[in-house]
């Protein structure tokens, strides 16, 4: 007899003798022992591939009491033969009858561990395979359960989306068409695993308008939480041209659908602006959704108010105003993070809520919230840190389009907060600019506008027209600053007549003076000369070295430069020059505009 069949006919007569054993035992009478003999002998021939002798055996009558106490212990040699065999193979169709039988045949609560076991012990490319193939079985034997029904359907959801969570989530849209490693199929799977426990729920609500028995619906929604975590907080849910049906645009209207089912879509968007109690009793719990539903909540929103899920069901009663108070938490968490598409998905959810209002709409009153004043600075952080140009230039849009909505005391408010917080020069250049166009209009408007002339502008002034440190402010680092409140400067002096001095500024032109052009003039003259200075000593060095590609550093405005020879060294110094001379022709021509209005009404008065 060849060596192959010996080992099957030993493989098999392993499990025949034990199984033999066995049918004359009463349940009671089944050993330890037995358990480990079975499941070693079972193994074996799964292993050997003779998974066709096993599904005989299992499916006898006579071995139906065997089965139901043992079966459930093949279940992790069964899963790794699975998965090991190619789709049309026999073996593998044998195999997953096997599977179907020890679900119609076993324990369901042993059956329900050691599946929950398979599904724990996965890891990396086998998580979405395992859980594709136990889902249903899974599923199965969880409608069977009659004791900790809840408790059971919850730890298996809990169980497979902890798994899911560790993989990345498909992002591009190649990425998604190829779905390597089956994340997009298993994320909607999962959906059809739990809608019979969603069906349950809902059919025992409809019996009772006071539906009591919480547990299974606060399972559900645990699982719609963490699904809006992961992973669609995380991926790219636009419409992508060639995909007829976006697996995870799919997934996010299902996961919409339970909560709306549930009856908690709504209690939801609103948790945070009703003092809404939980409706969970159980105290931990609450306090663990509390801190980590941020992200969860925040995703909810850009469903409903960027991508319309939902949005059907949506009271349109809501003033555009109080739906942008509502959303601004979740703004401001979407902001805070650094991953592409969650900056993307906050800015996104916040130029949704500012386009349903009209301009000067929004009440100053609004800046007592601490979302109000924080949102505008993660904008400003996005706009001067975020490596994404697109998402930088549309931080900048948004901060434009918030200082739009509000009124004018808005406006004010906003632009001092700006000016004290921001620590760019950049950002300061563009708020000092914005502050030009509101005294523009000011000035232009039939009526008056008291937040941006008069004793009030005279202290947002103060902000702009003075140089942080004196003399000594680094005016490189500082230039668009510079250029903007000299800029502003010279306007005021053209536009506002001393006679009339709507603006105030000729008010305060002595402290002009004294805190910002006699220091600005004092700066420059010091930055001209440490310039040329270094300028003359490179061009020395070079002479010296005799070779111009000599790699050398530099440091500008406190930070070291890369690695540069002495030709890119000088480039630099002379466009640091080009930009105090810029400086100093603008400051020139507003001190000529001061002295001329001056004269003009020395002149009058005599």
């Known amino acids: 007899m060849p060596e192959e069949q010996s080992q099957t006919t030993m493989a098999v007569d392993e499990l025949q003798a034990i199984i033999q054993r066995c049918q004359i035992l009463e349940e009671s009478d089944f050993r330890g022992e037995d358990f480990n003999l079975f499941q070693v002998a079972g193994q074996k021939c799964l292993e050997d591939g003779y998974a066709a002798q096993l599904l005989e055996v299992?499916?006898?009558?006579?071995?139906?009491?065997?089965?139901?106490?043992?079966?459930?212990?093949?279940?992790?040699?069964?899963?790794?033969?699975?998965?090991?065999?190619?789709?049309?193979?026999?073996?593998?169709?044998h195999c997953l009858k096997i599977l179907d039988q020890l679900v119609q045949l076993c324990n369901p609560k042993e059956l329900f561990l050691g599946l929950l076991e398979q599904i724990e012990q996965t890891s990396g490319e086998q998580v979405c395979p395992t859980v594709m193939l136990l889902l249903q079985p899974l599923q199965t034997v969880?409608?069977?359960?009659?004791?900790?029904?809840?408790?059971?359907?919850?730890?298996?959801?809990?169980?497979?989306?902890?798994?899911?969570?560790?993989?990345?989530?498909?992002?591009?849209?190649?990425?998604?068409?190829?779905?390597?490693?089956?994340?997009?199929?298993?994320?909607?799977?999962?959906?059809?695993?739990?809608?019979?426990?969603?069906?349950?729920?809902?059919?025992?609500?409809?019996?009772?308008?006071?539906?009591?028995?919480?547990?299974?619906?606060?399972?559900?929604?645990?699982?719609?939480?963490?699904?809006l975590k992961y992973p669609l907080l995380t991926a790219h849910l636009e419409q992508l041209e060639g995909i007829e049906e976006h697996p995870f645009r799919h997934f996010a209207t299902e996961i919409i659908d339970i909560l709306q089912d549930i009856r908690e879509l709504m209690p939801l968007v609103f948790?945070?602006?009703?003092?809404?109690?939980?409706?969970?009793?159980?105290?931990?719990?609450?306090?663990?959704?509390?801190?980590?539903?941020?992200?969860?909540?925040?995703?909810?929103?850009?469903?409903?108010?960027?991508?319309?899920?939902?949005?059907?069901?949506?009271?349109?009663?809501?003033?555009?105003?109080?739906?942008?108070?509502?959303?601004?938490?979740?703004?401001?968490?979407?902001?805070?993070?650094t991953e592409e598409s969650m900056l993307s998905k906050g800015l996104d959810l916040f130029e949704s809520c500012l386009l349903r209002m009209e301009d000067n709409s929004l009440s100053h009153q609004y800046l007592e919230f601490r979302d109000f004043i924080n949102v505008p600075q993660d904008l400003v952080k996005v706009m001067t840190l975020c490596p994404m140009e697109?998402?930088?230039?549309?931080?900048?849009?948004?901060?434009?389009?918030?200082?739009?909505?509000?009124?004018?005391?808005?406006?004010?408010?906003?632009?001092?907060?700006?000016?004290?917080?921001?620590?760019?020069?950049?950002?300061?250049?563009?708020?000092?600019?914005?502050?030009?166009?509101?005294?523009?209009?000011?000035?232009?408007?039939?009526?008056?506008?008291?937040?941006?002339?008069?004793?009030?502008?005279?202290?947002?002034?103060?902000?702009?027209?003075?140089?942080?440190?004196?003399?000594?402010?680094?005016?490189?680092?500082?230039?668009?600053?510079?250029m903007a409140s000299l800029n502003l400067l010279r306007y005021l002096v053209i536009k506002d007549c001393e006679s009339e001095n709507q603006t105030g500024v000729w008010t305060i032109l002595a402290k002009i003076e004294k805190n910002f052009l006699k220091p600005l003039h004092v700066g420059l003259n010091m930055s001209k000369a440490h310039y040329e200075a270094e300028i003359k000593n490179k061009r020395e060095n070079r002479r010296d070295a005799n070779n111009s590609n000599t790699v050398c550093s530099l440091t500008v405005s406190e930070e070291k430069m890369p690695a540069?020879?002495?030709?890119?060294?000088?480039?630099?110094?002379?466009?640091?020059?080009?930009?105090?001379?810029?400086?100093?022709?603008?400051?020139?021509?507003?001190?000529?505009l001061i002295e001329v209005k001056v004269k003009a009404v020395m002149a009058e008065n005599i």
């Open 564 to 592: 540069m020879t002495t030709e890119m060294q000088l480039q630099v110094l002379h466009s640091a020059l080009f930009t105090f001379d810029l400086i100093e022709s603008v400051l020139a021509r507003v001190e000529e």
């Open 58 to 93: 299992i499916q006898n009558e006579k071995n139906k009491v065997i089965i139901k106490n043992m079966g459930w212990n093949l279940i992790s040699p069964l899963v790794r033969c699975i998965l090991a065999y190619k789709q049309e193979d026999d073996k593998q169709e």
């Open 271 to 337: 948790i945070h602006h009703k003092g809404r109690r939980s409706y969970w009793e159980n105290q931990e719990f609450e306090d663990i959704e509390r801190k980590n539903s941020a992200d969860s909540l925040a995703c909810l929103s850009y469903l409903m108010f960027v991508q319309h899920f939902g949005i059907n069901c949506f009271p349109m009663v809501f003033s555009p105003s109080y739906l942008l108070q509502c959303n601004m938490t979740h703004i401001e968490v979407l902001l805070n993070r």
């Open 142 to 227: 969880l409608l069977k359960l009659q004791n900790k029904k809840a408790y059971s359907v919850g730890l298996s959801l809990a169980m497979i989306m902890n798994q899911l969570t560790p993989l990345p989530v498909p992002y591009t849209k190649q990425q998604i068409q190829e779905d390597k490693l089956g994340l997009c199929r298993c994320c909607n799977a999962v959906v059809d695993f739990a809608k019979p426990f969603v069906n349950e729920v809902v059919k025992n609500m409809e019996k009772s308008s006071e539906y009591n028995d919480m547990e299974l619906k606060e399972e559900l929604l645990k699982f719609c939480m963490k699904s």
């Open 390 to 482: 697109y998402l930088r230039k549309k931080s900048l849009n948004m901060l434009q389009l918030f200082i739009d909505k509000f009124d004018a005391e808005g406006k004010y408010t906003l632009f001092r907060c700006l000016l004290k917080t921001s620590n760019h020069a950049g950002v300061q250049g563009y708020i000092i600019q914005k502050i030009k166009d509101q005294i523009h209009l000011s000035l232009t408007k039939a009526h008056d506008n008291v937040w941006f002339t008069g004793h009030h502008l005279i202290s947002l002034l103060d902000l702009v027209l003075f140089l942080p440190e004196g003399a000594e402010t680094d005016l490189l680092q500082n230039s668009d600053r510079i």
